[in-house]
């Protein structure tokens, strides 16, 4: 069990998807290729998804956002689910809303 607030802090916004993913990846001792199998996918494919979920968690982490809105954004972005531009222009709105609303 993870003690320390900070450490849970990324985990907690974590996807079930990504969660599944990371419990597939343990048990199968961190080997890429057999977690390409399992998942029925190449090497390069699998990859690209864990590069991602490293960026995530690393966004998550390092940005330490509390708002969740914000981390919502952040982590569509990574995901690959929001382009650049659009991301910026969506968090610079809403940064701009919230300072307006202060």
Known sequence: MISDP???HWL??????DLAFIKRFVLVSGSLKDLASAYGVSYPTLRL??????????????????????????????????EAT???RLL???RQ????KA
Not at 12 to 17: A, V, Y
Not at 97 to 100: A, I, L, P, R, V
Request: net charge negative; hydrophobic share 35%.
């Open 49 to 82: 998804r864990l590069d991602r979920l490293i960026q995530k968690i690393k966004i998550l982490d390092e940005h330490q956002v509390d708002d969740p809105y914000e981390r919502f954004l952040r982590a569509q972005f990574v995901d690959g689910r929001l």
């Open 12 to 17: 907690e916004f974590l996807e079930e998807e």
């Open 6 to 8: 900070k450490e849970r």
């Open 86 to 88: 659009l991301f910026k």
């Open 97 to 100: 809303f919230n300072k307006d």
């Open 92 to 94: 610079s709105t809403y």
